[in-house]
Structures are given as structure tokens and as C-alpha cells.
């Protein structure tokens, strides 16, 4: 049997080869090609110059697999070099030195993973530095970002709910598990709560709880909840962390069927649940079009800057998109071998 390290890497390989011939593909219909069709000459005196870094924590998470594999692809479809940096752990101090170790040498596009406020200083570093900055999955509220591109986290977990409502038959106590502070988890969170209060006190929230994106965590605080709450329906899980963890209690606690858990993302352990019938659904992310998405924006900022203004330095305006999203899905038992990486 091979170590998880060796897992995790074959996993990545496959994902990288399935993203790079999509990318392949987008390249042959001319896409690389139509971004710097008609611009003026200096901007093919551009190409495959300047680095675009990606910079992130939790860099082994198998989450991350999918935005390994977009950057990777952007560097090839449009010529660039690209890098994948940062901490293997949640250790923001140390994902901060990464940042500060980056912005030093003066990228050609910067990517932040906006795990949590704390960034906000070096971001606007960055930006001050001249450096064009995007923040990915995760935004970072009040930073002068020029883009944020990940997912309308609002939007999904609404998605999320309305799943969860409705395999629950749209009565009954709920749980959310959640790493609490984290700013894209929050949204997730009120997307959740929308739909829940939409439905009039027939589902009820009855607590949230902190698994700080610690499976083992999750499991415990989970285990705690079902002995709390014997009469609980329901559990969403808005990172994946969380949804391992409760599959895992439900699973111990023998509560498999009484209980629904409706996850977030696409890595095997949630696919291999929602397989056995532990968790219902997962709200998927399209992870690998964050990073591809910002290098190709990024790219086309660099070679040419489209005028929104007579002056736009003057005017304060940066002829970048403020936000895109790139939207999610549901998995489900039906959809599920599909959402595998191809080993």
C-alpha cells in the first residue's frame, strides 16, 4: 500500500493532466492567442516574461491538488512561469514570511489564498509595491486587492442548504461545522442561514460549531452534538475538513441514515463518503479555474490595459474586474465517481 504523500502526488498528476488537456484544447481554439490579438507590439515583447505566484497555507492539503493544477496549466497555455508557495500547514505567520519573501522579488502577478485578515497588510503591500494582487478562494475584506476570483460563497451555501433542507424533508434541528473567522466560511455560513430562515422555523439551527479545519476536531465536536442534540437531522459542513470529521461521528455513533450531511468540496475521503452513503451531497467548487482565471487576467492586464477613464491612475480606477466567480456544483451519489481524480 503507498503512503498518503505518494497518493496525494499520483492524485495531483492525474488532476494536472486532465486541467492541461483541457487548457491544450482552449489553446487550439486560439484562447492564448485571442488575448493579445490586435494589441499594439509591446505587448508580444511581454510574453513569458514575469512570474505569477500563488501564495497559500496548507499547501499539502488535497484540496490545493485542483489549484496546483489551474496554475500549472495558465503557466503553459499562456507561456508564463508560474510558482506554488507557502507553509504545508495553517501556519498564518509563516504563510505571511512567503508573502513578504515574494513580494521582494517583484512578481508579475501576485495570488493570495485569503485565509484570514491577518494578510490584509501584506496584500496591500503588494499593491503598493506596483505588484497586480489577486485574492483567490478566499477574500480578504478591506485590502486593496484589485480581484477577488473564487467562489460566490453566499450563492453556495444557499446551494448548500436548500440540499440539506430538502433531504432532511424541510423540518428538523441542524448543525453547521465551520473553522469560525475564517471570511469565506462566514458568507458560506449566511448563505445557509437565508435558506434556513426562509423556511419559517420548520428547520431549526441550533448551533455552529468550530472544527478549525481539523478532521479529528470536526469528528470530536460532531460526537459532542449528536449526544447534545439526539433529535438532530441535519449537519452542513462548509469546508472539507468538516464533512470528513461528521461522517466519521455519524459513522462511530451508528446515527448513518437518521443523520444527513451535506459537505463542501472534492477531496476522497468526502467522495468516498457520499460512495458508502455517510454524506448525502458536497457542494463542489471549480477550484482549478481560480488560479487559471487570475493568470489569464493578470496576463492580459500586464500586456495591455484597456482605458476606463481619460486618466485612469488619475482617476484612481484599475481596469481590472473587482470580483469573479467561479461558481459550484452539487455532487451526489449519482455524480460522484466523475468528481474522482484520475489516478
Not at 489564498?113 to 494582487?133: R, W
Amino acid at each position: 500500500m503507498t503512503d498518503p504523500t505518494t497518493r496525494a502526488a499520483a492524485r495531483y498528476a492525474a488532476s494536472r493532466r486532465q486541467v492541461m488537456r483541457w487548457a491544450a484544447a482552449g489553446a487550439a481554439l486560439g484562447v492564448g492567442a485571442g488575448l493579445t490579438a490586435g494589441m499594439p507590439a509591446r505587448a508580444a515583447a511581454q510574453e513569458g516574461s514575469g512570474e505569477y505566484v500563488e501564495v497559500l497555507a496548507l499547501i499539502t492539503l488535497p484540496y490545493f491538488i485542483d489549484h496546483k493544477a489551474g496554475l500549472d496549466a495558465a503557466g503553459q497555455v499562456f507561456n508564463v512561469p508560474t510558482r506554488f508557495v507557502g507553509p504545508p500547514d495553517l501556519d498564518l505567520n509563516a504563510m505571511i514570511t512567503t508573502l513578504e519573501q515574494v513580494i521582494a522579488q517583484k512578481p508579475a502577478g501576485l495570488m493570495v489564498v485569503g485565509f484570514d485578515a491577518v494578510l490584509k497588510p501584506s496584500i496591500d503591500k503588494a499593491v503598493e509595491a506596483g505588484i497586480p494582487t489577486v485574492t483567490l478562494d478566499g477574500d480578504v475584506a478591506g485590502s486593496k486587492r484589485q480581484i477577488f476570483i473564487g467562489t460566490g460563497n453566499v450563492a453556495a451555501g444557499q446551494k448548500g442548504a436548500q440540499t440539506l433542507i430538502e433531504a432532511i424533508g424541510g423540518e428538523g434541528k441542524v448543525v453547521i461545522v465551520t473553522r469560525v473567522g475564517q471570511g469565506n466560511l462566514e458568507e458560506r455560513i449566511i448563505g445557509y442561514k437565508q435558506a434556513i430562515e426562509a423556511t419559517d422555523g420548520k428547520v431549526e439551527l441550533v448551533e455552529v460549531l468550530n472544527d478549525d479545519s481539523d478532521p479529528n476536531k470536526a469528528a470530536s465536536v460532531v460526537s459532542a452534538a449528536l449526544g447534545k442534540y439526539p433529535d438532530l437531522k441535519g449537519i452542513a459542513c462548509v469546508e472539507a475538513a468538516g464533512g470528513v470529521g461528521a461522517a466519521t461521528a455519524v459513522k462511530e455513533g451508528n446515527r448513518v441514515g437518521e443523520v444527513v450531511i451535506v459537505s463542501m468540496d472534492r477531496d476522497d475521503g468526502t467522495l468516498n463518503f457520499i460512495k458508502e452513503g455517510v454524506i448525502h451531497a458536497s457542494v463542489a467548487q471549480k477550484t482549478a479555474l481560480m488560479p487559471f482565471t487570475a493568470v489569464q487576467i493578470l496576463h492580459t492586464y500586464n500586456s495591455f490595459k484597456l482605458p476606463i477613464t481619460q486618466d485612469d491612475a488619475k482617476a484612481g480606477v484599475t481596469p481590472l474586474p473587482n470580483s469573479v466567480d467561479t461558481g459550484s456544483e452539487i455532487i451526489t451519489k449519482d455524480s460522484v465517481d466523475l468528481w474522482f481524480h484520475k489516478a
